[in-house]
């Protein structure tokens, strides 16, 4: 694996997405997925300046990050358990994988005995898989208000999976969904959100094109992983 120029290409591929869609390639922020990597591979894409990794456990999170770069900062990316909030409040400088509002409710519970505001995005089923995690997209209108209402949580936006295909064309509707949806919640909220976390190895360029800020990219950087494709069906 060469981490070196994997990171190059990457950049490349997001950088022509971002012509495409007009965007500044400033505008989307790069987050490196290391979960099932070991801590020296984080040192060694803190080393080449990616700062901003991924985790989708808890619990292998909580093993990691003691061991990486005290620079690196951490998002959890995949389902929390309540009964891991209070590790997740320590550990993670954001949770992008909120999705109900007892969830939230535990997280701001932990937050505010750590003295701490937790920055989160709302996870969005947003084509109603049975086998992923989620808000269902009427469901959490609904709760929107008072998911926002809780002092220590910062609705910071929305992160979605698209299903996997091997034609990512075919989830530029999923992308496009979650754009309209932000744009509703601003609507709700009377205020701009800044994330829309969406794009990952097989799919960033549509997501780039689509908007996504935040791009969570792991095959792509560090190769395949050992075990099951379907991590997401993995209990965190
Ligand atoms: C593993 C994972 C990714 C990265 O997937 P790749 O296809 O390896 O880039 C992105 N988002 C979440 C939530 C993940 O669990």
């Given at each position: 694996?060469?981490?070196?120029?994997?990171?190059?290409?990457?950049?490349?591929?997001?950088?022509?997405?971002?012509?495409?869609?007009?965007?500044?390639?400033?505008?989307?922020?790069?987050?490196?997925?290391?979960?099932?990597?070991?801590?020296?591979?984080?040192?060694?894409?803190?080393?080449?300046?990616?700062?901003?990794?991924?985790?989708?456990?808890?619990?292998?999170?909580?093993?990691?990050?003691?061991?990486?770069?005290?620079?690196?900062?951490?998002h959890l990316?995949?389902?929390l358990?309540?009964?891991?909030?209070?590790?997740a409040?320590?550990?993670f400088?954001m949770v992008q994988s909120v999705?109900?509002?007892?969830?939230?409710?535990?997280l701001?519970?932990?937050?505010?005995?750590?003295?701490?505001?937790l920055?989160v995005?709302?996870?969005?089923?947003?084509?109603?898989?049975?086998?992923?995690?989620?808000?269902?997209?009427?469901?959490?209108?609904?709760?929107?208000?008072?998911?926002?209402?809780?002092?220590?949580?910062?609705?910071?936006?929305?992160?979605?999976?698209?299903?996997?295909?091997?034609?990512?064309?075919?989830?530029?509707?999923?992308?496009?969904?979650?754009?309209?949806?932000?744009?509703?919640?601003?609507?709700?909220?009377?205020?701009?959100?800044?994330?829309?976390?969406?794009?990952?190895?097989?799919?960033?360029?549509?997501?780039?094109?689509?908007?996504?800020?935040?791009?969570?990219?792991?095959?792509?950087?560090?190769?395949?992983?050992?075990?099951?494709?379907?991590?997401?069906?993995?209990?965190?």
């Open positions: 694996m060469d981490l070196s120029a994997n990171l190059h290409a990457v950049r490349q591929r997001l950088e022509a997405a971002c012509d495409r869609a007009g965007r500044e390639p400033a505008s989307v922020t790069l987050l490196a997925v290391t979960k099932g990597q070991p801590p020296d591979v984080v040192s060694a894409a803190a080393d080449l300046g990616l700062t901003l990794f991924g985790e989708n456990r808890v619990q292998e999170a909580r093993a990691k990050i003691q061991l990486c770069p005290s620079r690196a900062r951490w990316i995949g389902h358990q309540s009964n891991k909030c209070r590790d409040v320590q550990l400088e999705d109900s509002l007892g969830l939230a409710q535990e701001d519970k932990w937050a505010g005995k750590a003295a701490k505001r920055p995005l709302l996870e969005i089923n947003v084509a109603g898989e049975a086998s992923k995690f989620g808000y269902r997209p009427e469901a959490f209108l609904a709760e929107l208000a008072q998911l926002n209402a809780l002092p220590r949580l910062e609705v910071h936006g929305l992160m979605t999976l698209a299903p996997w295909t091997p034609e990512p064309e075919k989830v530029r509707p999923v992308f496009r969904r979650l754009r309209e949806l932000k744009e509703r919640c601003e609507q709700q909220l009377g205020g701009p959100l800044p994330h829309l976390s969406m794009g990952m190895t097989g799919d960033f360029e549509v997501a780039i094109e689509e908007g996504a800020t935040l791009i969570r990219i792991g095959t792509a950087l560090f190769g395949p992983r050992s075990g099951p494709r379907q991590f997401n069906l993995q209990p965190a």
